[in-house]
């Protein structure tokens, strides 16, 4: 049976919206821009090769106080992100200063990958996700390894985790999930209503860009045409990532790569936080589907998408979601 909302909201999660930015709208587009200090790359590239012959890569950011053993972390991107998004590059300096050694993952197609991939990324990736946990586990043996995932790439996370249960996958043994679209279709439905659209468009409007940039060095993607240009993600997936990534029909898809129906066979530790006017991932969702025991549910009343920007006496830098994802890996590590 489903538990329900676990809604620990204002005073138990311990976030505060800032008092001029509370809105959905301004959450989420501020977090989006606004990307504070800029943070020196310093990481090692490192390619894992896809069983279809397709390559990603990960970026490897070991502090230097990390020994083999230590705790590790996989880190995935949302939709039209890469290694260098902002919120992928200060989560990673936050928990390399807890001593965590950190690999930003590109999906497909995205970041310094572009050109190493011919089938698209998708929601529903999760065996890229493996290989990359495989790659840390060769380099790291013995090292346990936390999964973290934001937007699409948090519905990734998750849904590695359903699919693994009780097996074991290279270190994988805990998951963090940031606003995951845990059921596609109905996100995909939630971004039709009012305001919601900009969000519809402005997503298509950087999937497209990325198929014409495909196209400049991949003769088989420069032969590829829309019948009718996409206005919705729906419609962009229904001509283009579906049949390229091998699924009979959008449906088809959203139905497969949804996480929802997997997270009550997660075996391991697991939390999911997200907001509760989160205008891309509704709230009721996660009304819908049995959770494991394992998998908890944090749900704050502000913070849009990826947003959680908070005054200063609440997090230092205003963003509260990073300090809330490394202190959960915080706590994490004192316990094993």
């Given amino acids: 049976m489903s538990r329900g909302i676990d809604d620990r909201d204002l005073s138990a999660s311990g976030y505060r919206p800032h008092p001029i930015l509370r809105g959905p709208h301004l959450q989420t587009i501020i977090g ?5 200090p800029t943070l020196p790359y310093a ?7 896809l069983g279809d012959g397709d390559k990603i890569i990960i970026h490897d950011d070991a502090p230097e106080s990390w020994r083999q053993g230590d705790r590790t972390a996989l880190l995935i991107h949302g939709l039209g992100g890469c290694h260098t998004s902002p919120y992928l590059v200060r989560i990673a300096a ?54 973290i995932g934001f937007s699409l790439g948090g519905n990734v996370v998750l849904k590695l985790g359903g699919e693994v249960g009780t097996g074991v996958c290279g270190g994988l043994d ?26 519809d468009r402005d997503f298509v409007r950087r999937l497209i860009r990325r198929v014409e940039l495909q196209k400049e060095y991949d003769e088989e993607a420069a032969n590829f045409r829309f019948s009718q240009r996409p206005r919705r993600i729906v419609e962009f997936d229904a001509e283009y990532t579906a049949p390229k990534a091998g699924f ?24 999911i936080l997200t907001a509760g006017d989160d205008p891309i991932v509704p709230r009721e969702i996660f009304d819908k589907y049995p959770r494991s025991p394992l998998v908890t549910l ?19 830098d205003r963003r509260w979601m990073d300090w809330r994802v490394a ?3 915080a706590d994490l590590m004192q316990q094993s």
């Fill in 327 to 329: 202190s959960w890996v």
């Fill in 298 to 316: 944090e749900v704050t009343s502000h913070g849009g998408h990826l947003g959680f920007l908070a005054p200063r006496n609440i997090a230092a």
């Fill in 43 to 49: 990481a090692v590239q490192h390619q894992v090769e």
């Fill in 94 to 147: 936050k928990l390399n200063g807890l001593g965590v050694r950190t690999f930003r993952m590109d999906l497909r197609g995205c970041g310094a990958g572009m050109k190493l991939a011919k089938k698209p990324f998708h929601a529903g990736c999760s065996d890229d996700a493996a290989a990359a946990i495989r790659k840390i586990h060769e380099l790291c043996p013995g090292s346990p390894c936390t999964a």
């Fill in 174 to 199: 805990s998951i963090f999930s940031v606003a995951p679209p845990i059921d596609l279709s109905y996100c995909c439905e939630n971004m039709t209503r009012g305001l919601n659209r900009l969000y």
């Fill in 32 to 36: 989006a821009y606004w990307k504070g």
């Fill in 248 to 271: 009979g029909s959008v449906n088809e898809y959203y139905e497969k790569a949804s996480s929802g129906p997997l997270l009550a066979d997660i075996a391991m530790p697991t939390h």
